[in-house]
Structures are given as structure tokens and as C-alpha cells.
């Protein structure tokens, strides 16, 4: 059955003319369906738990509504109005720079706390004065713990990927950060499912919350195929693999393990068998200025093969 299409734009729902300025420059037209059904609740200081699959604009539905609240009342000294906690580095990147295009000439800052970088230099950012805070957990518990966070006047706590935080173990953290933050605070949370665990979670942290849920569309891009190989045992998954890339004259893959540990058998294993190919890895010990030079070499296809987590 299909759905009906979105015929709400960014005019009806209630942002600033200066958002929707921005908006408008950056190409923004029609919400997305977790957008249209966010944002208003947002607006109107409900907390939100938002439930969307990946790609489907969980961050806009977040940060427009935040941006504009900040914008109407003037903050009383520079310091952290909102607190945006992500699973991931690149993720928390992300996040700054959608805040980045979003807050354009609305004179917000903020600062974007991650590991794999200087904390000297987030420090630093700090101490200049930022409306909001965009951090991943352990860097964001390392710098409240040097003194370098002044939180007692945030009022907007955000919890993005909460699935991804359940699975990686950051909820004691999250349960610690929310205990240095102001108990009258809008917290909204968004995830990609809502599992029993996470449900448990979202009781923990929202009161009285809105639950949107969007259901994914389950179609394939035409231009995507999929199929799964079996194999009989989890040793013959390598050889599957190998002989799928031989088979199929690969030029360049994208190939993820669901172990970190996995990731330098597997390279020692291609290496072997393809002999001269040129073979990347990433994963999150590296530093995040390896891990933005080994993407590039792999985009610029100085390797043909990329194995992550």
C-alpha cells in the first residue's frame, strides 16, 4: 500500500524566517515525515521520542526546533544551552555540520567534543563560550571531569542514535551525563528501533514523552543488489568472500566484520591470497586523522579494498 505524499513544507511548521532562509539556500523544500511530525512538539517543549530508520532526517527533526527556541530568548551568558550526545565521532561531526548550515547568521556557536582529537584544543573552544555541545560520551565525562564544563544552564538534552548507545555500552555514561545536567531540561531521544531496552531507557530519561515512529520503506534502490552466500561453518566465511571478489573482478569493496578483532585476520587473509592489492582498514582505534586519510585514499581509489567495523 502506498503512502500518501508529504505536502507539509518548512513554512508550516512554525521556524523562524531566518531558518527558513538558511533552509531555502541549502536546497531544503519538503520534510521528512519524522521532520513534519517532530519539530512541532519540539516547538512546543515536548520531549520526543523519535523512531527512524537511518537517512530519513532524524537530525534536522532535532536541531532546527533547537536552533530556533535558542534564537527567541537570549541567552544570559555564553555558555552550553544544549548538550547533543551521538555513539561516533564522525557521527558527532556530522551532527556540527548540519548545526553549522542550520544556525547560519543566528550568531549560535558551538563545540564539537570527540576523541581521536586534541581535548587542548576543545578546551579551548570551550572557553571561547558555545550555545551547544556536540559530543560523544567519553570525551564529554573527560572534559566535565578536568572542570572544563559549565552546565546549569542547559536546557535541551539530546540522545541521537540510542540503539547504537545501547549496543556500544555508553548508557551508564549517559545515565551519569544526565545526572550532571538540570532536572528541568527537554530531553528528546532518537533511535532506529525500539526495543525493550530501549524503551526501558526512554522511561529512565523523558517525561511524558511524544513517541513518533516512522516506518521505514523496505525497498531496494534500483541500482543495488542484494543476495546472501551460506557456508557451512564460520571458517569457510573467508574463502566465500575470496572467491566472490575473484569471481566477480571486484574493483573496489566496502567490506564490513562484525568484530574489531576480525578486521586484521581478514586483511593478513586478502593480502595473501590477492597478493598485490592495495587493502585499507578502519576502525575505532585509529586516530581520526587516519581514519579521515584512509577514507580519502580510499575514495580516491589508492585502495581497492576498505575492511571496517
Known sequence: MSKEPNTTDFNQLGLSPKILDNLSSIGYKTPTEIQTKAIPHVMMGRSVIGVAQTGTGKTAAFLLPIIDRLTRVRARARMPRVVILSPTRELSDQIGENFELYSKSTGLTHALLIG?????????????????????????????????????????FVIDEADRM??????????????????????????????????????KFLSDPIEITVEPERKTAENVTQFYTRVASRSDKDKALLSYLREQDVNTAIIFCNLKSNIPKLKSYLTKHLKAQNILTLHGDLTQHTRNQRLD?????????????
Do not use: W
Open 166 to 203: 545501547l549496543d556500544m555500552g555508553f548508557i551508564p555514561d549517559i545515565e551519569k551525563i544526565n545526572r550532571l545536567l538540570p532536572p528541568k531540561k527537554l530531553t528528546l531521544m532518537f533511535t532506529a528501533t525500539m526495543e525493550k531496552g530501549i524503551r526501558k531507557i526512554a522511561q
Open 297 to 309: 585514499e580510499f575514495i580516491n581509489k589508492e585502495a581497492q579494498y576498505l575492511i571496517c567495523s
Open 116 to 156: 581521536g582529537v586534541s581535548a587542548q584544543k576543545q578546551e579551548v573552544s570551550l572557553g571561547k563560550g558555545a550555545d551547544v555541545i556536540i559530543a560523544t560520551p567519553g570525551r564529554f565525562i573527560d572534559l566535565q571531569e578536568r572542570g572544563r564544563l559549565m552546565l546549569h544552564m542547559v536546557d535541551y
